[in-house]
Structures are given as structure tokens and as C-alpha cells.
């Protein structure tokens, strides 16, 4: 492992994984981690060690010599990449969530039974730091016993081969020499300090503590929040469909289905980074009688990282429109599933075969029996009738072909090929050849994005957004709102069956919730691309979010609504969640959005502001006590204030970039008011001002230091390979300013 090369949360993660601090520069965290993989090699025992004490100390040295340049370099970036017209409130919100998400990341997993001596060597060691790591500020020194509780071959002055040898005997023994006089110090960080509070104390993560879906929503969201607002995406160029055909309709499909360009098939759009999201999509005509079909063929499974244990799956048959595209889950939606079972309203039985890649399976529907009766083929093999619907039931409602894949690719064939995959029978017709009078259109999408509108839910979690959202959906059919939110993506993550469902594990159920919450940020920032209405039902409380994300929507009616209950129906409805989902929202992150909770205003990203629940003059004191109570609880962060300080001078001297180059050279005390001013050489006529400032260096007290004892023999051979290195530095220096700045005429 390249110590070097990894980033600061990679960083991070490899500590709390071995128990270790992970606060502090990234200088203190490259050292931090390859001391621990010292001591773990060293515990691996003398042949292994031996292996890889070479690229160990390769790594090492890599690291030392080069972290301070990575520093800066992500210095430099991160500096490039922050606006400066920030406001001051979105500097403390992003920062806040910077420090939640440390003090998340430092928690340690729990501790493995060893089940080997080398194993219970290496935990003793990490350990041994991690409670070293505790007790001691993330800026200070390291304690002279070495940060890993052992004491460091090199400092000890030992040879490297004795240290190889004496590994198995001796690390053991400092491992728990080191854990005693961290256990007395560790009793002394636990007494209160000169101020009262207690420090260096970290909260360990209970085996049955369970994040939850808030917890997830506020990562994402603070991972996305330094990031800078993205651009109103280009628009694409969308051509007229063609009122006479029939193909996939790309405006109720779901956002994550990409469909081919003939519109003839498609394939889920994550199917790499969310194997076990569902894609679906419909026809845009349907049909009310006769006999028609239509059918589908899995070109592809596609492919998938190696050790995911997801299946590659389609979802065949029929549905009605405004039903969800999750196929067979709702009411008067009926399909196929490859894995031999036929879905109805979520309810699954067994029927016909399995099928899957290559394989072409046949729908049938037959209007002119007593009841509308559906079947199914498989490569041309009839498999019999898999539903019967009361025509009473049915009403008016048109049947639309509908698909439903995961981690396949799907052709369909509405009667546009030449030639059928296989035969159908004489008496039923491709729903392409069906008259167009007979057929039934789903509306078409809006043709410009000012006839398309956003809104974006703001409010705590618990207070009912997802409920208003979807409330909002029903009441407004016509519309046809996507919802984007966690909710929707973490249903449409299910497989379901004929077994009953099962609650799943902590750890999948939270690897789950995080995979939703990521698949959430990709849809919204491929939303705006799209003609249509969405929700985006997330938490949203920072007003540096709510600008990020609705940025994008340029030329939608962007509206924001507001929900703030009263504080007893607040508290009520946190408890209904609780017992729904058997969650609770971690207090940190309650803590953390209370704090940063802001209600938003019109502005030039902001057309409408709705509040929902108590008015804006009723809801503006509850936020403001929510907010000084959730501030009084968290801890103070002095990294946090350092860095609002460092971002503050930094904006007053990037004030001054228009007068001239003014480099990273500004940030390290350095004058560089040459650089400031205008042209002086090249120009006779500035030269005056340019000998002034270099005169300034030249006086009598600043010469009379040099030639002042200096023996220039006795270092001549000491700096003369030094010399040269620099006579080529300023050879290159020279030629890169000629070139910058254009002055020909400098030597």
C-alpha cells in the first residue's frame, strides 16, 4: 500500500479501521497509518516482514518526502474550487459538516475475536494506538514510545535485522508495556479538564446501533455540500416523436432507464454502480380490445464487478398508465419474472419457466373472451394463460406493454421488425399493426422547461415530507411528479418473491441505505436534463444544498416547500417513524441540521416559497431556538474556527488579483509586491520604480551581515553540488517567467 497516494478520506477510513485517530493534517495522518503497517508487519512475524520491508520503507520514504507538496497541492484545489462569493452562513454549514463527518469516520469498528497468536500480536498493537490516539491532541507530537505502543526500531537505534528478528518476542512485550502506560494515561484524559469538560473520548459504535435513512441522506449530502454549484446542464436536442409508432416512452419510464436511441429497447442506466436497482419502462400506446401482443428478448446480461452476488432479471407483461414502473407490484399491473414466477399486486406464484439472456418471451392479450385474459411464450413455446381480469374491474383502462429489467439489457419487438422473433398466432396482431384510432396515447411530455416545474422539500427529519410529496403526487395526476427521494429508490432496490421478506441485517440494511442515498445525488443532477416535474424529498436544511441543487433547474418553476410542525406534532411523528421503520435518527446529525436549519427566501434561484405547515412568522422563532439549543450541545471545534480564519484572510487577498500576478507565493508570508506592479523592465520608463524596490534590500545594515566569519573553503565542497542543482533551478525558473510573462528583453 502507497501511504502517499491515498486521499484524506481514504486516509481516514484505513485508520478508523485499525482503531487509530483519524483527525489532523494529512501530514500527521500518512505518518499515523504507516506506522501502524510498520507494526503490523513487524507482528507478522520475521519472514514476512522481511518480504516486505522493502516496499514498506520505500512507501515510507515516499510519504515523508513528498506529503507536504500533496498538501498543498489539495490546498490549492480545494481553494480553486470554492466560490468567493460564499456567504459566511454556507462557510459555517460546510465546515460543520466536515467535523460530523470526521468525528463519524473516527469511530472504531468493534474488535474481531483473534483466532490466531500473530492475529492477537497485531490487534494488542493497533489497539495500543488507538487509545495512544485518544488521549493525545491530533496536532501534537508523537509520544517517544512510538504511536503504535511499540517503540520504533529506528528510534531506538536498533539495526532493522534485530528488529526482523526480535518481531515475534518483542513486539508483544511493548505492545503491552505501551497499553499499560496509555490505560494510566487514558484514566488521566477521563478526569475533567481545567474547563470543566471532558476530552479525547470517542463514542464506540454499538453492535446493534443502526444509522437509518436520515443518517445516510445528511452523509451524501455533506460529501456533495464543498462542492461547487454545477451549470445548467446542456439541453438535449429531443426530436418530435412520431404519433404513429409505437416505442418505449422515455417520459414515464423511470430516470435510471436509458433506453436505445430507435427507442426499441434500453438497459437500467447504474446497472455497474447499483446492481440491485430496478429499471422499467412502458409503451407510449395501449390497447382497450382485440387480440394483440408483443415481444421482449434479453439481448445482454450485463456485466457486473467482481463478487457482487446480484442476478441479471426481467419483468415482462402489462400494466395500466399511472401505475408505478416496479411491474406486477400494484393494482391492474401484471408481468413475467425470469426467475418462473408471474407477479399481480405484489403478490407472486410460480409459472411457466425460468428464462433469461438470449431468450425471447411472448405477451399476449386477449380482449374478446369474458374476461381480458393474459399469456405468456417463451421462444415460441405457449405457456398457457397467466391472468384473467373482470372487464368490470378494468373500466376504461388501456393495457400498455411494459419491461422491467435489472442488470440486463432488453430489446423489444412491437410489430416494427419485418419478421417476428418467433411465430404468433394468426388471430393476434403486434399492437404496431393495431389502427391508430384504436389505440390509446399517454400524454405526451412538456415541450419546454418553463412549462416544467421543481420543488424541493425542506424541513428536519420526521416532520412529513415524504408524506406531503407523495400526497402532492396523487392530487396531481396530470403532472406526473417524480419523486426523488430515498424512499422510492430504496423500494425500487427490492427483489421481492413468493417468501416472505425477511428484515435484513444491520450492516446490509445500512449498506443499502447508503446505496440509495448515493443513487438520490446521481438522479438529481441527470434531473434537469429531462422535461418533466419533480420532488426532491430530502432533508435540504442547508441553504448551500437548496442553492446546489436547484442551480441546474434554469428555466423551471423552482418553488420550495417548507414544513415546520409545531414541536409537540414534530416529536409525535418522530415516534410514528421509529416504530415504522425501526430507526432513530442519530443525535449528532439531528444536532448538526438543527443547527444549520435556515428557512429560504425568494431569490434568483428560488421562485416560490411554500410553507405547509406553520406559517413563516410561526415557524421563525421554532427554527431559531432549535438552532441555539442544537448549538449550545454540540462541541466546540477549533480546527473548525482556524479554518474559517485561514478562508477569510484568503478572500481578502484574492481580492487583489486584479492587479497583477499574486500566485501561491501570497499564502506563506512572502512579499511579493514585485509581482503586484506593473511591467518594469522592458519599459525605460518604470525602471526607476523597479531599482527602488530592489535598492530597498541593498542598504548598508542588510550587506554588512554577509562576508561577516564566513570561511568559504572550508563549505566550498559541501555546497557545491548544491550550487549547481540551484544554477540549474533558476536556468529553468527564468526560461518558464520569459515565457509567462513575455519579457524578451529580461536576462
Given amino acids: 500500500m502507497d501511504v502517499k497516494r491515498l486521499k484524506v478520506t481514504e486516509l481516514r477510513a484505513e485508520l478508523g479501521r485499525r482503531g487509530l485517530d483519524s483527525r489532523g493534517l494529512k501530514l500527521d495522518l500518512v505518518q499515523r497509518l504507516q506506522e501502524a503497517l510498520d507494526a503490523e508487519m513487524l507482528a507478522a512475524g520475521p519472514e514476512e516482514a522481511g518480504a516486505e520491508s522493502g516496499a514498506a520503507g520505500q512507501s515510507l520514504t515516499r510519504a515523508r518526502l513528498g506529503v507536504e507538496g500533496d498538501g498543498d497541492d489539495d490546498d490549492e484545489e480545494e481553494e480553486e474550487e470554492e466560490e468567493e462569493e460564499e456567504e459566511e452562513d454556507e462557510e459555517e454549514e460546510e465546515e460543520d459538516e466536515e467535523a460530523l463527518l470526521a468525528d463519524e469516520e473516527e469511530q472504531p469498528p468493534e474488535k474481531p475475536e483473534a483466532s490466531a497468536s500473530a492475529a492477537t500480536t497485531t490487534a494488542a498493537v493497533a489497539s495500543a494506538g488507538g487509545e495512544q490516539a485518544q488521549t493525545e491532541p491530533a496536532e501534537g507530537p508523537a509520544q517517544p514510545g512510538g504511536l503504535n505502543g511499540a517503540q520504533r526500531a529506528a528510534e531506538a537505534g536498533e539495526e532493522a535485522s534485530t528488529a526482523a528478528a526480535a518481531a515475534g518476542s518483542s513486539v508483544g512485550g511493548e505492545a503491552e508495556q505501551g497499553g499499560d502506560q496509555e490505560g494510566n494515561e487514558d484514566e488521566k484524559a477521563k478526569q475533567a479538564g481545567p474547563d470543566g469538560e471532558r476530552h479525547g473520548l470517542k463514542r464506540q459504535r454499538d453492535e446493534k446501533e443502526e444509522h437509518g435513512r436520515a443518517y445516510f441522506e445528511f452523509r451524501e449530502e455533506a460529501y456533495n455540500s464543498r462542492s461547487k454549484s454545477p451549470p445548467p446542464p446542456e439541453e438535449e436536442a429531443r426530436a418530435e416523436d412520431d404519433e404513429t409508432l409505437v416505442i418505449l416512452d422515455t417520459y414515464t419510464c423511470d430516470l435510471h432507464f436509458k433506453a436505445t436511441k430507435d427507442r426499441y429497447g434500453g438497459q437500467p442506466l447504474f446497472s455497474e454502480k447499483f446492481p440491485n436497482l430496478w429499471s422499467g419502462?412502458?409503451?407510449?400506446?395501449?390497447?382497450?380490445?382485440?387480440?394483440?401482443?408483443?415481444?421482449?428478448?434479453?439481448?445482454?446480461?450485463?456485466?457486473?464487478?467482481?463478487?457482487?452476488?446480484?442476478?441479471?432479471?426481467?419483468?415482462?407483461?402489462?400494466?395500466?398508465?399511472?401505475?408505478?414502473s416496479q411491474l406486477g407490484e400494484d393494482e391492474f399491473s401484471y408481468g413475467y419474472d425470469g426467475r418462473g414466477l408471474k407477479a399481480e399486486n405484489g403478490q407472486f406464484e410460480e409459472f411457466g419457466q425460468t428464462f433469461g439472456e438470449t431468450d425471447v418471451i411472448g405477451c399476449f392479450a386477449n380482449f374478446e373472451s369474458e374476461e381480458v385474459e393474459l399469456s405468456f411464450s417463451k421462444n415460441g413455446e405457449d405457456l398457457g394463460v397467466a391472468f384473467q381480469i373482470s372487464k368490470e374491474l378494468l373500466g376504461d383502462k388501456a393495457l400498455l406493454p411494459h419491461v422491467l429489467c435489472k442488470n440486463c439489457a432488453v430489446e423489444v419487438n412491437f410489430g416494427q421488425k419485418d419478421e417476428p422473433f418467433f411465430p404468433v398466432p394468426e388471430d393476434y396482431l403486434f399492437i404496431h399493426a393495431v389502427p391508430v384510432e384504436e389505440r390509446v396515447r399517454t400524454p405526451a411530455p412538456p415541450k419546454a422547461p418553463a412549462k416544467c416545474e421543481v420543488l424541493l422539500m425542506v424541513g428536519l427529519p420526521g416532520c412529513g415530507k415524504t408524506f406531503w410529496a407523495q400526497k402532492h403526487t396523487q392530487e396531481n395526476q396530470d403532472k406526473r411528479f417524480n419523486i426523488l427521494g430515498t424512499d422510492n429508490i430504496l423500494y425500487q432496490m427490492k427483489t421481492k418473491g413468493p417468501e416472505v421478506e425477511e428484515p435484513l441485517p444491520i450492516e446490509a440494511r445500512d449498506s443499502l441505505l447508503q446505496q440509495a442515498a448515493r443513487c438520490v445525488s446521481k438522479l438529481v443532477q441527470i434531473a434537469p436534463r429531462t422535461m418533466r416535474n419533480f420532488i426532491l424529498d430530502q432533508c435540504n436544511v442547508y441553504n448551500s444544498g437548496q442553492r446546489r441543487k436547484l442551480l441546474p433547474f434554469k428555466g423551471f418553476l423552482r418553488k420550495v416547500v417548507v414544513l415546520v410542525p409545531s414541536e409537540e406534532h414534530w416529536v409525535d411523528r418522530l415516534q410514528q417513524r421509529e416504530k415504522a421503520e425501526g430507526e432513530n435518527v442519530p443525535e449528532s446529525v439531528m444536532l448538526e441540521m438543527k443547527a444549520n436549519f435556515s428557512l429560504p427566501d425568494k431569490c434568483d434561484y428560488i421562485d416560490e416559497v411554500l410553507f405547509q405547515e406553520l406559517a413563516k412568522e410561526e415557524a421563525q422563532p421554532l427554527v431559531t431556538k432549535y438552532k441555539e439549543e442544537a448549538r449550545k450541545l454540540l462541541p466546540p471545534s477549533e480546527k473548525r474556527t482556524n479554518r474559517r480564519n485561514n478562508r477569510n484572510k484568503r478572500n481578502r487577498q484574492n481580492r487583489n488579483r486584479g492587479q497583477g500576478y499574486v500566485g501561491g507565493s501570497q499564502r506563506r508570508g512572502y512579499n511579493n509586491r514585485a509581482y503586484g506592479q506593473q511591467q518594469y523592465w522592458g519599459q525605460p520608463g518604470n525602471r526607476g520604480g523597479y531599482r527602488n524596490f530592489y535598492d530597498s534590500y541593498r542598504g548598508r545594515d542588510y550587506n554588512r551581515f554577509y562576508g561577516r566569519d564566513y570561511e568559504y573553503n572550508r563549505y566550498r565542497d559541501y555546497y557545491r553540488d548544491y550550487n549547481r542543482e540551484w544554477q540549474n533551478y533558476y536556468q529553468d525558473r527564468d526560461r518558464y517567467y520569459r515565457n509567462y510573462y513575455g519579457y524578451q528583453g529580461y536576462r
Fill in 281 to 324: 419502462a412502458r409503451s407510449t400506446h395501449g390497447v382497450k380490445g382485440g387480440k394483440v401482443c408483443f415481444e421482449a428478448k434479453v439481448i445482454q446480461n450485463l456485466p457486473l464487478k467482481e463478487g457482487c452476488t446480484e442476478t441479471h432479471l426481467l419483468r415482462v407483461g402489462w400494466s395500466v398508465d399511472l401505475s408505478r
